[in-house]
């Protein structure tokens, strides 16, 4: 079991940066697979980013080159930081943690509670 909680969101203005965190309580994360999704109004649960052991990590086409997740094992916190941020990343963001390497939310059987990210025009 593991128990997830995300931070770090809030209002920024259209080309700013966010950093948000997930902190892990119960077992250690460096088994699982980590990975950001997001949830805009109206809209479906979508991947934003994975990561899994030191370096494989996978973005969405619509984050690439502006976000990176990272993770510390031995803080048991992943992190996802969000530069050049645009109206259209508005939404929820949810920390996850599965067992396979996969952009499908179903792959992932924990999830924290999500964080509000609002970027203003």
């Given amino acids: 079991q593991v ?3 995300e931070s770090g969101g ?3 203005q259209t080309g700013g940066s966010l950093r948000l965190s997930c902190t892990a309580s119960g077992r250690t994360i ?5 990975g950001w999704f997001r949830q805009a109004p109206g809209k479906e649960r ?3 980013a994975n990561s899994w052991g030191a ?8 984050v690439k080159g502006r976000f990176t997740i990272s ?3 031995a803080k048991k916190t992943v992190y996802l930081q969000m530069n050049r ?3 259209e990343d508005t939404a929820v963001y949810y920390c996850a943690a599965g067992s396979r390497l996969s952009h499908s939310r179903e792959e992932y059987g924990y999830w924290g509670q ?3 990210v609002t970027v203003s025009s």
Avoid at 30 to 34: E, L, N, T
Avoid at 55 to 62: L, M, V
């Fill in 55 to 62: 370096i494989i990590t996978y973005y969405a086409d619509s």
């Fill in 30 to 34: 460096s088994s699982y697979v980590m």
């Fill in 114 to 116: 999500g964080t509000q």
């Fill in 3 to 5: 128990q997830l909680v």
């Fill in 85 to 87: 941020l645009n109206t």
């Fill in 71 to 73: 993770r510390d094992n």
């Fill in 10 to 12: 809030g209002l920024v």
């Fill in 46 to 48: 979508e991947f934003v």
